[in-house]
């Protein structure tokens, strides 16, 4: 069974500084999607960043990116220039290339970020 | 346009009531999940309907039945609630005919709580 990883429960970060959230996991797979969601105290989630693991290049959304290791299944999240409304829980989440109507998401414990004024 | 909607967002009820959550999405969507966040805030699948049908259903108590009368809509019925139950209740949507890597999209959720 797949397995999502993630070790940090809390990280704080100085506004306007860099922070990387990890995330591993355990899959048998070799075709699936990994996912970063974020969750404010909204509770609504978001999307922030998506990548394939046929995809060498790492995905990029503005001040998000994430770094890749497939062979050592890691995805971490990278945020620069933090902002005070990147405050939130981060998801880590896995997600098999089935094209099917099984792919459910399965997701990490979350990484509560806090940014510093 | 709220793309996935949740009602209600908040339920406040006793132990032993039934009760239901509607979703619904106007994404045009052929799949539909129900996910829970528990107390520590892990997220975990319960449910996944495609075109009104039942594709999964994880290890979830039969207290718990979902209802797809189109494919646009997914409800939760919960019959005698319990203690456990609190939680918030995710509703998602996403296109799995010909997209592989489609997103799901989620709903604003409902925080359930039973007193």
């Known amino acids: 069974a797949q397995t999502v990883t993630q070790s940090q429960p809390e990280m704080s970060v100085q506004e306007a500084e860099t922070v990387t959230l990890s995330c591993t996991y355990d899959t048998s797979e070799s075709d699936y999607y990994l996912f970063w969601y974020k969750q404010p105290p909204s509770r609504q989630m978001i999307l922030v960043i998506r990548q394939e693991a046929y995809k060498q290049q790492n995905a990029t959304e503005n001040r998000f990116s994430v770094n890749f290791q497939k062979a050592a299944k890691s995805f971490s999240l990278k945020i620069s220039d933090s902002q005070l409304g990147d405050a939130a829980m981060y998801f880590c989440?896995?997600?098999?290339?089935?094209?099917?109507?099984?792919?459910?998401?399965?997701f990490g414990t979350g990484t509560l970020l806090a940014v510093q004024p | 346009d709220t793309a996935v909607s949740q009602t209600p967002k908040y339920l406040v009820t006793q132990m032993g009531n039934d009760k239901s959550i509607k979703c619904e999405q106007n994404?045009?969507?052929?799949?539909m999940y129900w996910y829970k966040q528990d107390s520590k805030k892990f997220l975990k699948i319960m449910f996944s309907y495609n075109n009104k049908e039942l594709i999964i259903n994880e290890t979830v108590p039969n207290r718990f039945s979902p209802k797809s009368p189109d494919k646009a809509h997914l409800n939760l019925h919960i019959n005698s609630l319990e203690l456990g139950d609190s939680a918030v209740y995710f509703c998602?949507?996403?296109?799995?005919?010909?997209?592989?890597?489609?997103?799901?999209?989620f709903g604003p959720g409902t925080r359930l709580t039973v007193t």
């Open positions: 994404l045009g969507h052929d799949t």
């Open positions: 998602a949507s996403s296109q799995i005919q010909g997209l592989a890597g489609s997103e799901q999209y």
């Open positions: 989440a896995y997600r098999r290339d089935y094209g099917g109507a099984t792919n459910k998401l399965i």
